[in-house]
């Protein structure tokens, strides 16, 4: 049996050998590796997962050389064939030469943790009872706490090092400030193994292996060291707290002065705490250090910005609070933390600033008001503040909009200006379009590629800000003031950040870029017409861009090459004049001479207009197997569906009526073409608005056919028809239909409504994510329970 599959490693010398080799893909590349090592002998080694056979090399011109088993070996049952399969192999040998090198004592082991033999590499320091963990295969934080506490059962501290990007990383950045990331980077016969610190904005500065140290405080690199010193300790964990919460300060009692919820830009205190329908507790407040130390003999409630503060390993908790105003003596009286003065004590009243009258009676502290601390930032010019809400700086304001487009970047929603007056602060009416513009600069600055633009989420009439574009250019955003695609650059920054904020957070799409495209045709080869050149002759190849990309081009034409025996005959013939585009390229590349034919599509061709055009074909030709799949399934149902008057009718006793059929097959064919659409939606974690489908609901009514949906997916099944919208957002005017249609529990007010819609587009993107997420609960019962419990 002849091996099609590209085999990128093998290991050196025998079967059980931990000694890894990558393949050259470039066929001058494989020449010379083949001189420099004439006597290796190749494996598909026990320790790649493979079955132990011998390897043979080959070489390619128009493909990618790669590996291959002997045409009577058994069938190899090896998973993981690219240029990444060995890449355990390649950093135990990277560590062991570092432990070599700077002489520390250790031993260093490869695990299987279940998906193959590469999915971590362990390292022991015995001396520094130290381990190291580098994970190549994606974990979740139950699945890390559990390694962590086996591999702490003999080590004092353990350093983590991780492959790929995924929440645990969140947790060490949001920890320690950074995070210890690894690569490997293919070099000839070689996978290079580099060290990365990522930080907080996401940037990742990497370091070669040989370039760290170890140490007896971890595995270090330059860029670590200089984190560390900036990140003393661990941030601790915040909560947000719902409901009231009030507090009066204990200025008698002293706050601990090595708290780990210490900051340089937060005072911490003692205070006296109650929740609602909670006792009073002694606990710690965290207030900004920006503002004055509030009176302690006031009681003072917490107005929103709440958080609760846990640090892990550490005992006790703290409130970090941002807003609070003093409540009068009536509810300062009713918390338990304040009583007003009796006679016997009336001369301390004016020790405690508490006022009296003349008849004897205790008066309130002060209407109640929200505190306004005195700062030292600037405040915004302009503004004044409104009654029962403080004055915020320019800097405080920033914060507060981007803690609002964060949250509802969270919420996967946009908003409006009119709504952040309201949720932020009401001043927000009162700036122009000028000031607009400037706070959203400051929001969003500076730029960067692994953020994205929050500015993007504020919609005006269903639109993007008139003046976004300007926003863009101040940001830095190439051609913002003059291209057209500025609504489609905010809609797709809006998926990003619904990617970056969203729980859990996913990878997010590359930003779309607003320079405009024009092609530049490849000038006419030398030589033609008899006219000689001056010019140096050149590689079509000389760049390191112009490579990956021809690596590239060698991949994607080895994949579409591989469907043409699926295609029909339309898709197989634009596939094969890609592919004998793409072949031109690759001959000449290697050195073979063009022919006439050839030579003239290298003409009118760049490499990076070729390898867009085999993409382009590529994409048709899934896409082409795609619809077929989707014919076969609508004509399956189309007979299922013919068969169903017969089927129903032998099921009727005699005698009775049969009942007419629910839908015709034109309705089923739709509802299938509408479903299908619909959780092409969700699977993108969006939205769509009921005017936007592409199918003709008048023809067959809206309110049935996702009603109809509904019905077909059962009670248990997420709704998919919460991914549709109304044209005034929010749930579709019959919403109400579709839960009863679906045998669910129908909702009185609409505020309950907008829960369950809500929480049913949550389940629809989870259950159709990739891969798919844990489903939140639902909101709303069947019916039949519903009724029961009446």
């Not at 290298?602 to 197997?625: D, G, Y």
């Amino acid at each position: 049996m002849l091996d099609h599959r590209l085999v990128q490693t093998a290991v050196i010398g025998h079967q059980n050998s931990d000694h890894p080799v990558i393949l050259p893909m470039d066929a001058w590349e494989l020449d010379r590796w083949r001189k420099a090592h004439p006597n290796d002998s190749y494996w598909c080694g026990l320790q790649l997962g493979g079955c132990g056979g011998e390897l043979s090399d080959r070489r390619y011109t128009t493909k990618v050389c790669h590996f291959a088993h002997h045409p009577t070996a058994p069938i190899c049952h090896r998973e993981n064939n690219g240029e990444s399969s060995a890449d355990h192999l390649f950093i135990k040998r990277g560590v062991q030469s570092l432990l070599g090198k700077r002489r520390v004592r250790g031993q260093v082991h490869t695990r299987d943790l279940g998906t193959g033999p590469g999915d971590a590499v362990d390292v022991h320091l015995p001396d520094s009872r130290r381990r190291l963990r580098f994970q190549l295969s994606t974990v979740d934080y139950r699945a890390w706490r559990r390694a962590d506490d086996e591999l702490g059962a003999d080590a004092d501290e353990i350093d983590w090092i991780f492959a790929s990007e995924g929440a645990i990383n969140q947790q060490f950045l949001g920890r320690h400030g950074y995070c210890l990331r690894v690569r490997c980077e293919t070099v000839g016969g070689e996978r290079r193994v580099h060290i990365g610190a990522e930080t907080r904005d996401r940037t990742v500065t990497w370091s070669p292996l040989e370039d760290c140290v170890l140490t007896p405080s971890g595995i270090v690199t330059p860029d670590t060291e200089r984190i560390r010193l900036s990140h003393p300790r661990p941030r601790p964990t915040a909560f947000p707290l719902q409901g009231g919460l009030v507090f009066a300060l204990a200025l008698e009692a002293e706050a601990p002065t090595d708290s780990p919820f210490e900051s340089e830009r937060r005072r911490l205190l003692v205070a006296d705490v109650k929740a609602v329908d909670s006792p009073i507790v002694r606990a710690l407040v965290s207030l900004s250090a920006d503002s004055e130390v509030p009176p302690a003999e006031y009681v003072y409630r917490v107005t929103g910005g709440a958080r609760l503060l846990v640090a892990e390993g550490a005992a006790g908790w703290a409130v970090e609070v941002k807003r609070y105003v003093r409540l009068n003596a009536h509810d300062a009286e009713r918390t338990g933390l304040w009583m007003p003065p009796s006679p016997a004590i009336r001369p301390q009243a004016a020790q405690l600033n508490v006022p009296t009258s003349r008849q004897g009676k205790s008066e309130p502290p002060a209407p109640r008001r929200e505190v306004e601390p005195v700062r030292t930032a600037r405040s915004v010019p302009g503004t004044e503040a409104p009654k029962g809400r403080a004055v915020l700086s320019h800097a405080e304001m920033v914060t507060a909009v981007r803690d609002a487009l964060a949250q509802h970047a969270r919420l996967q929603s946009t908003t409006t200006w009119d709504t952040l007056a309201r949720t932020v602060s009401p001043a927000l009416e009162n700036y122009s379009d000028t000031g607009r513009r400037d706070l959203l600069v400051a929001v969003d600055s500076p730029l960067r590629e692994h953020a994205p633009v929050l500015s993007a989420l504020i919609r005006d009439r269903g639109e993007p800000l008139p003046y976004l574009f300007r926003v863009l250019a101040e940001l830095g955003v190439q051609n913002a003031n003059a291209s057209h695609r500025i609504k489609r650059w905010a809609a797709v920054e809006t998926e990003r950040a619904f990617a970056a904020y969203g729980v859990p957070p996913r990878a997010m799409q590359p930003r779309l870029s607003l320079l405009p495209t024009q092609p530049v045709l490849q000038p006419p080869f030398a030589g033609i017409r008899g006219r000689a050149t001056t010019a140096p002759k050149r590689s079509l190849t000389d760049t390191a861009s112009d490579a990956l990309m021809m690596r590239r081009l060698r991949i994607l034409t080895a994949e579409l090459e591989g469907m043409l025996p699926v295609l029909g005959k339309g898709p197989r013939k634009r596939a094969r004049k890609s592919l004998d585009m793409a072949r031109a390229w690759l001959a000449t590349c290697n050195g073979a001479a063009p022919s006439t034919s050839q030579r003239g599509k290298q003409a009118r061709k760049k490499l990076r207009h070729i390898v867009p055009i085999v993409e382009e074909a590529l994409e048709t030709a899934k896409r082409s197997v795609r619809e077929a799949r989707r014919t076969r399934e609508v004509q399956e149902a189309k007979r299922l569906a013919e068969a169903e008057p017969s089927r129903r009718e032998a099921q009727v006793p005699q005698g009775k009526q049969l009942a007419p059929r629910t839908a015709t097959v034109a309705e089923q064919e739709f509802v299938a073409q509408l479903r299908e659409q619909l959780a092409q939606v969700a699977a993108q974690a969006g939205a769509i608005e009921i005017g936007h489908l592409h199918i003709d609901l008048k023809s067959h009514g809206a309110r049935r056919m996702l009603g109809e949906i509904e019905r077909r997916a059962g009670t248990d099944a997420p709704m998919l028809s919460a991914v549709v919208v109304g044209k005034k957002g929010g749930p579709v005017p019959f919403f109400r239909d579709i839960l009863k249609v679906a045998g669910l529990a129908v909702p009185q007010t609409d505020e309950a409504l907008l829960k369950i819609w809500r929480r049913e587009q949550e389940r629809a993107h989870a259950a159709y994510a990739n891969p798919p997420r844990p489903l939140p609960p639902r909101l709303v019962p069947t019916a039949s329970r519903a009724a029961s419990t009446k």
